[in-house]
């Protein structure tokens, strides 16, 4: 009733559905990840930094993707490489994952699972989805994603996991597979999104953008992704900012 | 808190998800197409008979399915499948579809989209939700169910639409895939149908099953899916009454 769909300026069309980044944009995984590890180390009488040991386990994440984003590696899960990164970061860390019991490497390993959303997350993402569909748009596998949704109470109408598109963000397939789910133009899909180079490739794809600024994903002492790197449609510090400028 | 999952007898497993039909088990579609036939049938000047429409209509579902079942034809989306049945149907009906706007029969053919949901459907996920994953196990697409899911309200936690397992059920692949999607065993899913045969498929890949009986879902006069024609895990005659049984 009188509600009008935002309109980008950059792909002409009205937007239809707002699909968000998760880690990083939604939840904020360093925190979630070191609370996990710092039970971890004190139920394995252990003493490590245990945002270091987030951090260590974070970085292996572009490197395992990319060998599937070259054709090196046949698509494999976020959940599997997750898994094995963990082994990396234990031993990096001075631990020997096998001497580790399978259970504990896999509740760990589950903390992608349970990362708590920022403060405004909950509320913004209700209130987009009175007038769009809101869905992730993340390299999580589905079962990650809905676990997610179910312990942050994230209310998406939809949850489209990287092993449904079976490819990885920035590939073009992954914003092009997600829009066509949905039946819709890759022009009437936003990415919202934490991270300039996110927005770059779903640019290319033909998507609107909208750049959500979380200075601190990272910890106090970021220098990346601090300011929005390219003319994108909209710019927030949080998702209930992007429903203000949603009009939603 | 104290909380037990459902363990089915029949496979041993505690219930982690459970999924449902969504034509004719959650929502009303003979009702729903029907009053958009009507309303199409005012605008164009006709009258026919709209629940014997919509009854022809659905009439050409099954062996639409078929010819991707059996391999004869590459999958094809039930939005596609459902607009090649409307031509049919409305020549049956004595309506030329190429005399009709292509707009007007694409809203038609939307009307699958917005069905509306059985009274006791919204509450009843939402109960079964507290306890357990909720979804469709549909042949509907992925943009239909969601479209369905925000019309109707259905609370789903996720969405895996046949065009994500690019199959259509009765065919395992279309139980097993969905299983896999949410990463848990077949057993540790229950399939919710008001149709037999469709729980006999589930069952036989190694899914717990719920039978609800929807004894209108062809109109006053039905006389198939009356009764349990199996030893289905559970029998209810309603979604809050399998929330009930569920404990949830």
Redesign the interface.
């Known amino acids: 009733m009188g509600f009008q769909q935002y309109r980008s300026p950059s792909t002409g069309q009205p937007v239809r559905a707002v699909l968000f980044d998760t880690f990083g944009t939604v939840v904020d995984w360093r925190t979630g990840v070191a609370r996990e590890v710092a039970a971890f180390a004190t139920a394995h009488a252990r003493t490590f930094d245990a945002e270091a040991f987030a951090d260590d386990w974070r970085a292996l994440y572009q490197p395992a993707m990319n060998a599937i984003r070259s054709g090196r590696r046949s698509f494999t899960k976020l ?1 599997t490489l997750h898994r094995e990164n963990l082994d990396q970061a234990l031993r990096h860390h001075g631990i020997d994952p096998d001497r580790v019991s399978m259970e504990a490497l896999k509740e760990l390993n589950k903390s992608w699972h349970r990362l708590p959303p920022w403060p405004d997350s909950v509320d913004g993402l209700a209130r987009i989805r009175r007038h769009y ?1 809101v869905g992730p748009l993340s390299n999580g ?3 990650l994603l ?1 676990d997610m ?2 312990n942050a109470g994230l209310p998406w ?5 990287s ?2 598109t079976r490819t990885y963000k920035p590939l073009p397939e992954a914003y092009l597979r997600t829009a066509a ?4 133009d890759p022009g009437e899909v936003m990415l919202a999104a934490a991270h300039n180079s996110d927005l770059r490739a779903a640019r290319e794809s033909g998507l609107a953008t909208a750049f959500v600024v979380r200075p601190t994903e990272h910890g106090p002492g970021q220098v990346a992704d601090l300011v929005p790197e390219g003319g994108w449609d909209l710019v927030a510090s949080s998702i209930t900012e992007l429903a203000d400028r949603l009009g939603a």
Chains 1, 2 share one sequence.
């Open positions: 959940d569909v596998n589905t079962s809905v949704a179910r109408d939809v949850v489209i996991g092993d449904m789910f949905l039946d819709l």
